[in-house]
């Protein structure tokens, strides 16, 4: 079955950096759009960013964008999440999510897979 599995996530100070990776088994990676969303406490899952299969074309989120870098590497089964300028805003459980087409990338419910996620804390 399809299993995507993140790390990286920490606590850290405002406006330090964290890397997230996610990665995927039981699918054919290059074949699946991947995305990161994210969820505080009390609200609903936010899309923060999304690449295509080759990695070339990517798409972000509004509040993350200019300080999120979303990348992949199609030989580890692996997407990436560079984060930079934290903030305390940013504090979240990050999830990664793997969907076959590119559209409605920002769409929770357009994604049929997903990781357990992994939490992010930025303290201010």
């Known amino acids: 079955q399809v299993q995507l599995v993140e790390s990286g996530g920490a606590l850290v100070q405002t406006g330090g950096s964290l890397r997230l990776s996610c990665v995927a088994s039981?699918?054919?990676?290059?074949?699946?759009?991947m995305g990161w969303f994210r969820q505080a406490p009390g609200k609903g899952r936010e899309f923060v960013a999304a690449?295509?299969?080759?990695?070339?074309?990517?798409a972000y989120g509004e509040s993350v964008r200019g300080r999120f870098t979303i990348s992949r590497d199609n030989t580890k089964y692996t997407v990436y999440l560079q984060m930079d300028s934290l903030k305390p805003e940013d504090t979240a459980v990050y999830y990664c999510a793997a969907k076959p087409t590119w559209g409605a990338k920002g769409f929770a419910n357009s994604y049929p897979h997903w990781g357990q996620g992994t939490q992010v804390t930025v303290s201010s």
């Open positions: 690449n295509d299969k080759s990695g070339s074309v990517t």
């Open positions: 039981g699918l054919v990676f290059p074949n699946y759009v």
